[in-house]
Every structure is written in C-alpha cells, then in structure tokens.
C-alpha cells in the first residue's frame, strides 16, 4: 500500500502545533498580548510575536487537520485494502485503543500532580472548569472508564455523562470522534463510490445535518465531539483521496476539486489552506505534479521528507495524547517540590522547554512498544483467519 511521506510530515507539524499551544496556556498565555506582557516584548518584534502566537494558540484548527487527514488515510486503506468489515474495525480498534488506555493510566497516575500544575497554579485559566470535570470523573469513574474503553466517549452528550469526552485526558475526545467516524466510513466510502453525484448529495445532507446540530438547544458535546458535528472535514479527506483515483485514471476530477474547495471555503480558513498545501504537495508525491524549482525541492527535502520530521510524524498520536500527562509530571513534580506560591511563569516556561525532549522520547518508546505490537498482532490474527 502506498505510504505517503508528506501527510507523516503533517501529523508531526500537527501534533506539535497542539503541543505547543496547550504548552502556551499552562503558563498563562491565552492570548498573543498575554506572551509579549509576560516577556515586556515591544516594538515591532512584540508585533511578530502577537502573531505568531495567537496561530499557535489555535490548536483547534490543528485538531481540524487532523480529522480531514483522517477522512484520507481511512479512505485510502478501504480502497485499497478491501477487506471486510469485522476485520477493518478490529484493526481500526487496536490502532486507537492500547495506546489511549496507556496514557489514561499515565495521566491517572500523575492526577495530583495534574491538579498542581493545572488547577492550582495562580495563573492557570478555566481551573472553575478542570475541578467540575475532575469532580465528574470521580463521581462516576466507571461509566467514564469503560465508555473510554469501548470508545464511545465522545459520543456521549453533557447531559448524559457530563465532561464524556475529555475526562482522564482531554485529547482523548478526538480520538473518541476518529472511531466513529472509523464505524462510518466504509458505508460512506462505498456510497460516494457508487456515482459522482453521490458525493453532492452527502456534501448537502451532511451540510444540512451540520447546522441542525449546532443550532439544536437540547444536546450539547463538548469540544464538538460528535461526528455530526464536523463530517464535512471529513469528507474534505474522503474527497481529496477519490480525486487522486480519478487522477490516476488520467482524468481530470474538476468537480470534486470544485466540491473540496467549496466545503474549504465555508470551514475554518487556516485548516482549509494548511490541508490544501499539503494536498498539493501530495499530488507532486503522487507523481500529478511536477516542481522545477530547486530551491522549492530543497525545502520540500528539509522540512516535509526529511527522516526526522517523518520520524516525528510516525510518533504523533503518542505525542498528541502524551503530551498533557508530562507536562503534568513536570510542572507539577516542580510545584510539588517548592510549593505553589513559589512557581513563576518563567519557571514554567523553563520546565516546558525542558518537557519537549522527555515527550518526544517518550512518544518514541510508545510507539514502538505499545502502537505497533498490537498492530503486528492483529495483522498476524487477521492474516490467519483469512
């Protein structure tokens, strides 16, 4: 199966956008002037810096990334693959589950030191917020337990099983949102397959369904959790892959381009360009465009396939979902040792410089010894039974 390089390069990209953009809130910054006040920046550098950091605030946008990547690669392995159900959605669950539970058991084993660098730090933001969600999974730490289990977290309204999504470990609820679109995906693959005109129908049921939800007063989600909420990314990725099929059959899938760009359009902005750049840069990986430019090449080499930045994007759902417990371990270990009162944001900002080596480590270790064994299993299971 066709592995491409570039969309490893971007899971890196965006799993350290996330990274640093919960790194910025812990020590207090949730906007770009909160960094140049914490920093007395002024001048036109303090300009650059608003900027540059009111991006990386925006880790929603990477999260949106994410979910459109997904709507690729799951179509791309249903294209490919071909198998059925029951063994496509076991794989599917042992891609997600060991390494989530992992790391729920990581972050419940360093929970205090979480609720010291989290909630009681002075300038930490939404504390009211962390300690009604902590309070909630203790109150009910089964049921939240054993929905993350058979990840069916996200699906789970606030009036239901408040705080469902993101108790253990708030990135989790996105994972919860990957398996149900995983359920859904090969219907809907097969179903746009069918006819070109498929596509546009689900583009406006999906449209339509969107606004519904959103605007509904009943059911809330939090981070926007259920499937419903966000298909359109999805399908985003599901169209950009059937394009490249069409491409390959030396047709020219103007009409799917034209929908991609719609449904860019009237999503977020910054996700809708940041995909589109990688899509193209895709298409030249493919072999449907060609790049004279030397000097384009040469940073193509450095920053998308260079063996680093795809080693980093490799370990990327590890350090999505690592990320928080660390900087708990190490904020909080810090806290612990010298006392509240005692912890500056300076400190802070130093200790997460520190973390970064220690996550991507750790990400490594994961990867290799609790993503991919059960991946390898699973292969060898399926591969037997078939």
Not at 113 to 123: E, I, M
Not at 267 to 290: D, H, N, P, R, V
Request: charged share 10%.
């Amino acid at each position: 199966m066709q592995t491409f390089h570039s969309l490893e390069s971007l899971r890196a990209y965006m799993a350290w956008w996330v990274v640093i953009g919960h790194g910025l809130y812990l020590f207090g910054v949730v906007t770009g002037a909160d960094f140049n006040s914490i920093f007395n920046l002024t001048g036109p550098f303090a300009t650059l810096s608003e900027n540059v950091v009111t991006i990386l605030l925006q880790g929603g946008s990477a999260v949106k990334v994410f979910i459109i990547l997904s709507g690729f690669v799951i179509c791309h392995l249903i294209t490919v693959k071909q198998e059925n159900f029951k063994f496509y959605i076991l794989r599917r669950y042992f891609r997600l589950a060991p390494t989530l539970l992992v790391c729920i058991a990581i972050a419940m084993a360093v929970e205090p030191l979480y609720v010291l660098s989290y909630v009681d730090l002075g300038f930490i933001n939404d504390s009211t917020m962390r300690i009604a969600r902590l309070s909630e999974q203790s109150a009910n730490f089964w049921l939240h337990l054993l929905s993350h289990i058979g990840l069916v977290h996200s699906i789970i309204p606030q009036e239901i099983l408040p705080y469902a999504p993101g108790t253990f470990l708030a990135p989790a609820w996105s994972i919860g949102l990957e398996w149900q679109f995983y359920l859904l995906a090969p219907f809907l693959v097969a179903y746009i397959g069918k006819a070109q005109k498929n596509m546009f129908i689900i583009a406006i049921l999906f449209l339509v369904i969107t606004l519904v939800i959103w605007r509904q007063p009943f059911l809330e989600w939090k981070h926007g959790s259920f499937f419903f909420q966000v298909p359109l990314y999805f399908l985003v990725g599901i169209l950009s892959r059937i394009s490249l099929t069409k491409m390959q059959e030396k047709k020219m899938p103007v009409d799917i381009l034209l929908l991609i760009s719609f449904l860019s359009l009237i999503q977020s902005t910054l996700s809708s360009l940041i995909w589109l750049l990688f899509f193209g840069i895709t298409c030249y990986e493919a072999g449907f465009i060609k790049i004279e430019s030397k000097i384009t090449l040469k940073v193509l080499n450095i920053f998308v396939f260079s063996r680093f930045i795809k080693s980093l994007g490799r370990c990327s759902y590890s350090t999505y979902l690592v990320h928080i417990p660390v900087f708990s371990l190490l904020v909080g270990g810090y806290t612990y040792l010298v006392g509240v009162n005692n912890v500056s944001q300076f400190d802070v900002v130093i200790i997460l410089l520190f973390s970064v080596p220690v996550i991507f480590f750790l990400s490594s270790f994961l990867f290799r010894y609790v993503e991919m064994p059960p991946m390898k299993f699973i292969k060898s299971y399926i591969k037997s039974r078939s």
